[in-house]
């Protein structure tokens, strides 16, 4: 019986009943070491097995932290009739997590029986296992399923859960009562005295009670002291004690076991005849297990009787000890290099470079596959034992970078702290100083970096280094967009990236150009990335380079014709790591062109994943992409709770182009709502250059809703101006969304009906929402000058197109000005807007023809939790059938 624990069993049973009900879901038990997880696990398993649901299990293991899907090779494993699914799920190291949890959630789907999930000591899970099973566990909402996992406290596991978004239960002390009853119950009859200082010592957890009891039950309270030891440290202690009373070959056995990274049996005892003089046999485990130390399965698996046992066996032994060990695991691993090469560097006691390069290759295949703790470990390993101080700078830097995905500051931190600036290569050294200005946050722009940049450019490209030079630029590109870098340093990475596109078919190139040079180079980038849009099959990742790129030129349409391209790619290789960039790098080009309704579809999976993957760096990009919709909808309250939360983001960093945005989002806000003052003073600091939110290549995209405001505060003086300022520019980038607001903006200046006509007869293909605001600019003029007749057509094709956009607030205006020519237009109905944002990306693909079991593949769910959301959005959208989606949802 547990003692205590009432509310924890409770939530126990409630997470059972879903898995009855069909209504799945995960919980998380944490507290620290001893506290009673395991116990919970256990007792929650037996009520399951009891109501009829079938258990699977698995566990991290501290030594199996870099072998990928160890953990989710033993939870496949301990059930024989799905153990084949790992052939499909894991069969290469480098299959994507994010995949492998659409492949775990197939198989559950795949039975009616309900089913439980234990995830013991998930901070010790490898990092491919973790992210697979904390993906699953977020999408069993539908499902007869759930997950139960244990984690003890600390900063890595703040880390991972920080992000996961799954509930926890934090398991605390037990009270003095139940404390006194189980130790009571551990060691009976044990002195008051004794009993006492045990209880003091434990502190209300439950396996100190039981060890510390049992131990002074059998030594007295020599087991129990120093008390200035914390608890974990005291159980190690005991566990040590247990360990030392082992014979000679049996610690040795132990001390092996604990540093392998597998549970093998058989393997161990061949690791350890390379460590013992002596013979060792399989059965000189045998003492471990009458103490209970450890237990062996019937398949020869060795499990530790508590993880502090692997801890206090580690600390216990010398350096040259674990050396010996490692280096007998590696022998023994020869067959399995990917393990191998973890134990090699673990016993080598000097740099040793082919061995950093075997570490640099494991890094870079996980890095590959998303897994980002393991491809920090490894560089950081291989940097260790790196003998080229070049090479070490280098492989702390893409240490420092994996620590970044995670999320990781301390590490980050860290890292760069022993990076040694003077010993990096000159394009190192550039990634460095970038990398070190973001992590302190002591300014966002300059030229100084953007010069380093382009000389490691030119020494890389002079000296034929193509794969570098390509690596390099990556790195920089979107940066150097928001920057505010010299004409001269700019220039000259231009000329250096038109040199690689003349000798490099890389497909990226012609985005990177867009992105750094978008003025003096915008055409011709223009040209290329039309050129590969055209030919079709880009890589993923170089369709959403080339988006950026497209989007930096000012070409809306083709930026989200590539994002699109980019999004059904990266789903379908599971590279969520692109992925949530592509979709919110999608949306943002969506709402320049007006299109409300996509770029409301894409930001809510966009958003959640960079959560999910640990990027908040980019959560203020779609926030304004959300805020800049919100305000084209004319929801004010939304937008500007958008606006906020990214200017509280970014404020710190003082002068930052990304701010933009906000005076992008309050500027449309205020527009949309009848504001036109407010209006024109937010959007006309975008294109001040003293302003600490200029940028100029946002501005390509808020000439129109400039003007705009312009035309309704009076402004016309200052936007004469800005026209013609920016008609240069115009003239040299051949920008699409600049030259149309300039259009816009001229017809503004001229006011006459010839000015209106040629703005209205010019042919804007992939821009309705500016061609539906010349309509509606153009009949309000007519309508003014008593031309209703004449102004109704031009109105009511501007409110239809809004409409369909979802420009609801420019809409309305539109249908005012209509009903002031003496004609309505009835107000569409938006049931639409009742759906929850998941159920909306299910029903406009359900919509466009896509089967339940495709869209489970492209949302990473399972076919029943498509099935089950299907069910939910027809009566909400007041349909009977999958026809009728698509005008519910007015797709064309």
């Keep these: 019986m547990i003692l205590g624990r009432r509310t924890e069993i409770n939530a126990l049973a409630t997470l059972l009943d879903g898995a009855a009900t069909g209504d799945g879901g995960a919980l998380v038990l944490r507290g620290e070491a001893g506290i009673g997880k395991s116990t919970l696990l256990e007792h929650a398993a037996e009520q399951a097995a009891g109501r009829g649901l079938r258990v699977l299990g698995t566990a991290g293991v501290q030594a199996e932290v870099h072998i990928p899907y160890a953990s989710l090779h033993r939870l496949l494993r301990a059930a024989p009739d799905v153990a084949g699914a790992a052939v499909e799920i894991l069969g290469s190291p480098d299959t994507l997590p ?182 060792v046999r399989h059965e000189d485990i045998d003492p471990a297990l009458a103490t209970r130390l450890v237990h062996v399965d019937e398949q020869g698996r060795v499990e530790f009787r508590h993880p502090l046992l692997r801890s206090a066996l580690y600390h216990s032994a010398t350096a040259m000890q674990r050396r010996r060990a490692h280096a007998a695991l590696a022998e023994a691993l020869a067959t399995n290099p990917e393990r191998s090469v973890w134990h090699q560097a673990a016993a080598a006691d000097a740099p040793d470079e082919s061995l950093a390069r075997q570490l640099t290759e494991t890094a870079s295949q996980a890095r590959h596959r998303q897994a980002a703790g393991i491809a920090m470990m490894a560089f950081e390993q291989a940097a260790r034992l790196s003998e080229d101080p070049a090479a070490r700078g280098h492989r702390l830097l893409s240490a420092a970078d994996m620590a970044s995905e995670q999320g990781d500051n301390v590490a980050v931190g860290r890292l760069i702290g022993e990076i040694r600036a003077h010993e990096l290569s000159r394009g190192d050294r550039a990634v460095y100083d970038l990398r070190l200005e973001t992590y302190h946050g002591t300014r966002f722009t300059g030229t100084e970096w953007l010069t380093s940049f382009a000389d490691a450019l030119d020494t890389l490209t002079a000296a034929g280094e193509v794969t570098r030079a390509v690596q390099l630029l990556d790195t920089i590109a979107l940066r150097a967009h928001f920057s505010e870098g010299e004409p001269a340093a700019v220039q000259r990475l231009a000329v250096a990236i038109e040199q690689l596109m003349d000798i490099s078919p890389d497909q990226q190139l012609p985005g990177f150009l867009g992105l750094i040079a978008p003025i003096t180079h915008g055409e011709l980038a223009r040209r290329r990335i039309g050129e590969l849009l055209i030919a079709g099959g880009a890589d993923p990742y170089a369709a959403y380079q080339l988006g950026l790129g497209a989007s930096a030129i000012g070409d809306a349409p083709m930026a989200c014709e590539l994002h699109a391209v980019a999004a059904v790619g990266c789903r379908a290789q599971g590279r969520l790591g692109v992925l949530y960039r592509a979709l919110i790098c999608h949306a943002m080009p969506a709402v320049h062109a007006g299109d409300v309704r996509t770029a409301l579809a894409l930001l809510p999976e966009g958003e959640a994943l960079a959560r999910e993957i640990g990027e908040p760096n980019w959560l203020p990009a779609a926030w304004t992409a959300a805020g800049t919709a919100e305000a084209l909808r004319g929801n004010v309250t939304a937008a500007e709770e958008r606006a906020a939360a990214t200017e509280a983001v ?85 920008a699409p969304a600049l030259l149309a607001g300039l259009g816009y903006a001229r017809a503004v200046l001229e006011d006459s009906a010839e000015g209106w006509e040629k703005a209205v007869g010019e042919d804007l293909p992939g821009w309705p929402f500016e061609q539906a605001r010349r309509r509606h600019a153009y009949g309000s003029w007519l309508r003014r000058r008593r031309k209703p007749a004449e102004s109704r057509p031009l109105l009511r094709a501007a409110a239809t197109t809004f409409d369909a956009l979802g420009a609801t607030a420019w809409a309305e205006r539109s249908r005012a000005e209509l009903r002031a020519s003496g004609e309505s237009l009835r107000k569409p109905a938006e049931t639409a807007a009742e759906l929850t944002p998941q159920e909306t990306q299910i029903a406009r693909l359900a919509a466009v023809g896509l089967s339940n079991r495709d869209i489970a593949e492209r949302l990473f769910l399972s076919p029943r939790t498509v099935t089950t959301h299907l069910s939910r959005v027809y009566p909400k959208l007041g349909i009977t059938s999958r026809s009728e989606l698509a005008r519910a949802l007015r797709i064309t």
Excluded: K
């Excluded at 089913?115 to 699953?136: G, P, R």
């Excluded at 992000?163 to 009976?188: F, I, K, N």
């Excluded at 003052?677 to 000439?703: C, K, Q």
């Design 98 to 279: 994010f995949r492998a949890a659409a492949a775990l959630l197939d198989v559950l789907a795949a039975d009616d029986t309900p089913v439980l999930i234990t995830v013991e000591d998930l901070q010790w899970l490898d990092e491919a296992s973790w992210e697979a099973l904390a993906f699953v566990a977020r999408r069993l909402r539908a499902d007869r399923a759930v997950m139960l996992l244990t984690a003890r406290d600390g900063r890595d596991v703040n880390r991972r859960l920080s992000g996961a978004g799954l509930p926890e239960v934090r398991l605390e002390a037990l009270t003095r009562d139940d404390s006194a009853a189980l130790l009571e119950r551990a060691a009976p009859g044990l002195a008051d005295r004794l009993a006492t200082q045990v209880l003091l010592a434990a502190r209300g957890n439950p396996l100190g009670l039981v060890e510390l009891g049992e131990a002074a039950l059998r030594s007295g309270s020599v087991a129990i002291l120093p008390s200035r030891l914390p608890l974990s440290e005291r159980l190690e202690r005991t566990f040590s004690g247990l360990v030392a009373e082992m014979p000679p070959v049996t610690r040795s056995l132990l001390l092996v076991a604990a540093l392998d990274d597998g549970d093998d049996l058989d393997e161990i005892v061949r690791a350890c005849r390379l460590v013992e003089p002596r013979a």
């Design 650 to 734: 970014l404020l710190p960093y003082g002068r930052n182009p990304l701010l933009a945005g906000v005076h992008q989002i309050r500027g449309i806000a205020a527009l949309g709502a009848g504001r036109p003052d407010e209006a024109f003073r937010e959007l006309s600091r975008v294109f001040d250059p003293a302003d600490h939110s200029y940028h100029l290549h946002t501005g390509f995209y808020l000439v129109a809703h400039l003007a705009e405001a312009a035309a309704g505060s009076g402004s016309l003086a200052q936007l004469r101006r800005l026209v013609e300022r920016l008609s240069p520019i115009g003239e040299q980038s051949q």
